[in-house]
């Protein structure tokens, strides 16, 4: 079974702190993807990257960064933290373009 | 108007009865159709993924795509108490891109 795990379920945070979410993906995927889920916005992808070292702007990227050093591994980062950053950030990855993603079990933020 | 449409609910069954969610589209270029399921505070996980038109059938659950109305639908069999949760719609287009479009959640409660 593919597994994407994300380092923490749950953080609280502090305005103005930067702040660094890690998902790690055991199956060798290309794609890997960074969602923020809201009530009645749904999933918002944030960036994605479809190699290391590649990646692109998603719908609403202002505010955050990526790094994917490895293949395995993709992180998110708050520069900044503000308190509408406080979300459901979901991990994802998949083979190939169009395939099936796969989600970690996510990261409840709150910035206080 | 939103690329994919999907009511929230929620939605409240007696178990046993059978379950239809379903969403609809706007950009007749998808051609992978997925469906997710969501407990709460969890990350997605992929419940069926279809290519095209036509129906899948996995254990309790079939996947409907009618492209020509842009609508997919998801059956459930049987519901159970377990059954309980969030689900998402999401499709995407052919190869070459990385965009999924997600719908934002049917809320579905399966009464004991």
């Known amino acids: 079974d593919v597994k994407v795990t994300q380092s923490s379920r749950y953080l609280v945070k502090r305005t103005g702190e930067k702040v660094f979410l890690e998902c790690v993906q055991d199956?060798?995927?290309?794609?890997m993807f960074w969602y923020r889920q809201d009530p009645g916005l749904g999933l918002r992808l944030i960036y994605f990257s479809y190699d290391v070292k590649m990646k692109e702007k998603g719908d609403i990227p202002e505010g955050y960064s990526v790094s994917r050093e490895k293949k395995e591994r993709f992180s998110l980062i708050l520069e900044s933290a503000s308190t509408n950053q406080t979300s459901m950030y979901l991990c994802?990855?998949?083979?190939?373009?169009?395939?099936?993603?796969?989600f970690g079990q996510g990261t409840r933020l709150t910035v206080v | 108007q939103k690329e994919v449409e999907q009511d929230p609910g929620p939605l409240s069954v007696p178990e046993g009865a059978i379950v239809s969610l379903n969403c609809t589209y706007s950009n007749s270029a998808f051609q992978y159709f997925m469906w997710y399921r969501q407990y709460s505070r969890k990350g997605p996980e992929l419940l069926m993924y279809?290519?095209?038109?036509g129906n899948k059938e996995d254990g309790r659950f079939t996947a409907q795509v009618d492209k020509s109305s842009k609508y997919i639908s998801l059956f459930i069999r049987d519901s159970q108490p377990s059954d309980s949760a969030t689900y998402l719609c999401a499709m995407s287009l052919t190869s070459g891109t990385y965009k999924y479009i997600f719908g934002t959640g049917t809320r579905l409660k399966v009464l004991a």
């Open positions: 279809t290519y095209s038109s």
């Open positions: 199956m060798d995927h290309e794609n």
């Open positions: 994802a990855s998949t083979p190939g373009a169009g395939t099936e993603a796969f």
